[in-house]
């Protein structure tokens, strides 16, 4: 399944870590704003996948990538490309939430700090307007100073993505991002998800089918390191065409 | 079954318990010792007196120049180490590859020069200073206790980073930090660690006297510039107790006494400061 103008164009990306293929000759598109999942069996390359779209597997030996992932046409494994400026455009939610040994509006202020806003009342307004928009400025304000680390793991996970958010990114890649909540925070996660959707291009990795049937647009069947099938989210969980997929779905495979 | 079970258990508490009072047991008689000698010497004169003539056949005066030195010597030699050993553990935690050769090559010399006895290093030091035709002196003593703690530094720092969650360096990066950047988040997630190595470091320092004894020298006033020599009070107390004098040999376990306090409220503020400024990590 093929999109006019994808975000995110992945084309013929292969993955080998420490001799093993972790990923086998990918080609996909991720389409612009909206929410396309990664689903599979626990080891069959979903995360592998979302982190070759940033560059964050370049930090290990032994890994060899080729191919080429284009993010608005723009090979980002290529020669000239600003590996931190293009890392700035995706926002990453991992599996836990790894708030920075700072405070609350520390964390906020962070990445635009990185970027260039000094100013005290510009950064005011940003800390606010983000965590807002992540639904904690009311637990949150009359803390701001306080340290991120004394948060429940639910709203350090939505300060995580208030952070993500303030560096202005286009595309949101979300790693499993609620496997380690509890179910209110996980809804009020998924929530967000749902509010994103209108705004930026959102990636997630998901085990959990009915996470993947509530938010996405669209869905990718990993197994073993390829893609098995993509398309719509009812084309994938309810008319599966291919015989893994269709075991996946009904639960013979995990 | 049931019985051989107890007995065995019973038997690795008691001896649990055992281990542990040797120990206990043993700092408590340490203690004993250099206070019960080191009680009656330990006069207001030996802290704020440099020797007088006859010091050490058991005229007045005090260790002031030896108190002072120690704390020059261990002072600058650890923050000469962390200056050289964090560049060090950020190298090879955040910007060379997870478990590169580079990495790993680091990681063992480290490992060896820790290993090294301190009376090695000043023998290095000495021979490095007679090459280059230093005398024994404060640099030359603060350069040899600086070899001597680097390894202790530069291990005790890389296991707290290394401790990091790399998903934290996953977080700066995906905001668009530099390895640079993403350096200076480690090294505030890892200050309480940092503190412990300084203490550590400081620790050794300042106790240590094989490597300042061929290095910076001995002599009976502060040091005012790097190029003098200076006592220092492992050697104050290497000193006083070979002499036949009791009066004598009680000042050394005084020096003793008074090393020991430097070195305990070291180990407190260090906990105190630890705790505070590790308010915000994760």
Redesign the interface.
């Known amino acids: 399944m093929t999109f006019e103008s994808p975000h995110i164009r992945v084309k013929d990306l292969n993955v080998h870590i420490g001799g093993n293929h972790i990923l086998k000759n990918i080609n996909i598109d991720i389409p612009d704003k909206k929410l396309t999942s990664f689903i599979g069996p626990s080891g069959c390359g979903k995360t592998t996948l979302l982190k070759t779209f940033n560059r964050l597997l370049d930090r290990n030996k032994d890994v060899q990538i080729d191919g080429q992932v284009l993010v608005d046409g723009e090979n980002i494994y290529g020669k000239d490309i600003e590996v931190t400026s293009m890392r700035q455009k995706m926002g990453l939610l991992s599996q836990r939430p790894f708030p920075l040994p700072m405070s609350i509006y520390d964390n906020i202020a962070y990445g635009p700090r990185l970027h260039g806003t000094i100013k005290k009342k510009e950064l005011d307004i940003l800390v606010e307007h983000y965590l807002t928009a992540t639904g904690l400025w009311d637990e949150v304000k009359d803390r701001l100073n306080g340290s991120a680390a004394r948060l429940s793991i639910g709203q350090q996970q939505r300060l995580c993505l208030a952070r993500g958010l303030a560096v202005e990114p286009e595309i949101i890649l979300g790693d499993e991002p609620t496997s380690a909540l509890d179910p209110i925070s996980t809804q009020k996660i998924e929530e967000l998800f749902l509010q994103l959707k209108d705004k930026y291009t959102l990636v997630l990795v998901t085990h959990i089918l009915r996470q993947a049937r509530r938010l996405s647009d669209y869905i990718a069947f990993l197994y073993m390191g390829e893609i098995i099938e993509f398309g719509p989210t009812e084309d994938i969980l309810l008319r599966p065409k291919e015989k893994l997929t269709q075991e996946y779905v009904k639960g013979y495979i995990s | 079954m049931q019985l051989r079970r107890r007995i065995e258990s019973g038997f690795f508490k008691t001896l649990m318990i055992l281990a542990t009072l040797i120990i206990a047991g043993s700092l408590l008689m340490i203690l004993y010792t250099i206070a019960s000698k080191g009680m009656q010497s330990l006069t207001w004169d030996i802290i704020s007196k440099v020797p007088e003539g006859g010091y050490y056949i058991g005229k007045g005066g005090g260790i002031l120049n030896a108190i002072i030195g120690s704390l020059y010597i261990s002072i600058g030699a650890t923050v000469l180490g962390l200056a050289i050993s964090i560049p060090i553990v950020l190298y090879v935690n955040i910007y060379a590859?997870?478990?590169?050769w580079l990495a790993n090559i680091t990681r063992l010399t480290f490992d060896v020069l820790f290993g090294i006895p301190s009376i090695v290093y000043g023998a290095f030091g000495f021979t490095i200073m007679v090459y280059f035709g230093l005398r024994a002196s404060l640099l030359a003593g603060i350069i040899t206790v600086t070899l001597l703690v680097i390894p202790i530094l530069a291990r005790a720092i890389d296991e707290v980073i290394r401790l990091a969650?790399t998903?934290?360096?996953?977080?700066?990066?995906?905001?668009?930090?530099?390895r640079w950047?993403t350096s200076l988040?480690f090294l505030?997630?890892a200050i309480p660690g940092i503190i412990t190595a300084i203490l550590l470091s400081f620790g050794r320092a300042i106790g240590d006297a094989a490597t300042v004894l061929f290095t910076a020298g001995y002599t009976d006033s502060i040091p005012t510039s790097l190029g003098q020599p200076t006592a220092t009070l492992p050697l104050a107390i290497f000193f006083q107790l070979s002499s036949p004098i009791e009066e004598v040999q009680n000042r050394a376990y005084a020096a003793a006494l008074i090393l020991t306090f430097i070195v305990l409220i070291i180990s407190l503020s260090a906990k105190y400061f630890s705790k505070k400024l590790s308010?915000?990590?994760?």
Do not use: C, F, V, W
């Open positions: 590859k997870r478990n590169s969650p998903e934290l360096s996953d977080a700066t990066y995906a905001l668009g930090a530099t950047e988040i505030r997630q308010k915000h990590k994760i």
